[in-house]
């Protein structure tokens, strides 16, 4: 069982930075692959970033691609989602979550249902 709590979120004006971070507890984090997704009102929940357990691996959804940067720090439980350049268009709640069945690579676009564990979300709003 894997506990996940995110921050971070905030109010921000288009072309700022900011950056998540999800905390995790439980023994077995550290196998998992961990991603972050996002929700924006009245549409699906979109996938961000992933990373696989040891870090060596990211992959990034066509949409942040080249702005934003996951990261992970085993010893302190910890990933990170850094996000450069904000557009008014990444506002949504940003969901981090981990997969306990990562196989070595995502062949496609990570899905959600490929994550077990998930966090309750922060906001994150970008004004133009």
């Known amino acids: 069982q894997v506990q996940l709590v995110e921050s971070g979120g905030g109010l921000v004006q288009a072309g700022d930075s900011l950056r998540l971070s999800c905390a995790a507890s439980g023994r077995t984090y550290r196998s998992y692959a961990m991603g972050w997704f996002r929700q924006a009102p009245q549409q699906d929940r979109e996938f961000v970033a992933a990373?696989?357990?040891?870090?060596?691996?990211?992959f990034y959804g066509d949409s942040v691609k080249g702005r934003f940067t996951i990261s992970r720090d085993n010893a302190k439980n910890m990933v990170y989602l850094q996000m450069n350049n904000l557009e008014p268009e990444d506002t949504a709640v940003y969901y981090c979550?981990?997969?306990?069945?990562?196989?070595?690579?995502?062949?496609?676009?990570?899905?959600?249902?490929?994550?077990?564990?998930w966090g309750k979300g922060t906001q994150v709003t970008v004004s133009s």
């Open positions: 990373i696989s357990w040891n870090g060596d691996s990211t």
């Open positions: 979550a981990a997969d306990p069945d990562y196989s070595g690579t995502y062949y496609f676009t990570p899905q959600r249902y490929e994550f077990d564990y």
